[in-house]
T-cell receptor
């Protein structure tokens, strides 16, 4: 049973749609992350939030917009995505210290038509 | 140069075999090291942290060589349930993790 919950598990959307991915962690952690996992590529860190403040944005296109209303919830708002954005999007959380491992959610498998 | 490099495999080994994976990293200032396991179409899960002195957890042994900037994972007495992709993960700090592409292991009956 994961302490990090992501919804939806699967999402199919057109390039003109707007949708949001949701992540919730029940571990009392202070840092949350969005990753993208594409086939045959390493996980790519997209965004980092520490105590609700964004501390990292790894040159992610503006069609991805994160939101962190509190340290337990993280959203990824999507609009006008491209086919190459189809991937598994993983949310993770950790304590605020850098040497703490991260706990991942099940991911949202996103397909852009 | 990639932050973290791993042999993608696949490694196909019989049950009971011993198998070792290596991983190299490019940032000599890296502070934390982990092995994660990812099953097909599932999320990565922490297998073990890697400490400077090396550490063991049951059939799994992790080693760190800072001078050569590599990390290893040894699995003894392989089980069918060990079949998965093993991800080498390196952190330079500041909540940042760099993942390798993973090494795929299949344990054959």
């Amino acid at each position: 049973e994961t302490g990090v919950t992501q919804t939806p598990r699967h999402l199919v959307m057109g390039m003109t749609n707007k949708k949001s991915l949701k992540c919730e962690q029940h571990l009392g952690h202070n840092a949350m992350y969005w990753y993208k996992q594409s086939a045959k590529k390493p996980l790519e860190l997209m965004f980092v939030y520490n105590f609700k403040e964004q501390t990292e944005n790894n040159s992610v296109p503006s069609r991805f917009s994160p939101e962190c209303p509190n340290s337990s919830h993280l959203f990824l708002h999507l609009h006008t995505l491209q086919p190459e954005d189809s991937a598994l999007y993983l949310c993770a959380s950790s304590q605020d210290r850098s040497n703490q491992p991260q706990h991942f959610g099940d991911g949202t498998r996103l397909s852009i038509l | 140069r990639k932050e973290v490099e791993q042999d993608p495999g696949p490694f196909n080994v019989p049950e009971g075999a011993t198998v070792a994976f290596n991983c190299t990293y490019s940032n000599s200032a890296s502070q934390s090291f982990f092995w994660y396991r990812q099953d097909c179409r599932k999320e990565p899960k922490l297998l073990m942290s890697v400490y400077s002195s090396g550490n063991e957890d049951g059939r799994f042994t992790a080693q760190l060589n800072r001078a050569s900037q590599y990390i290893s994972l040894l699995i003894r007495d392989s089980k069918l349930s060990d079949s998965a992709t093993y991800l080498c993960v390196v952190s330079p700090g500041a909540n940042n993790l760099f993942f390798g592409t993973g090494t795929r292991l299949t344990v054959i009956p």
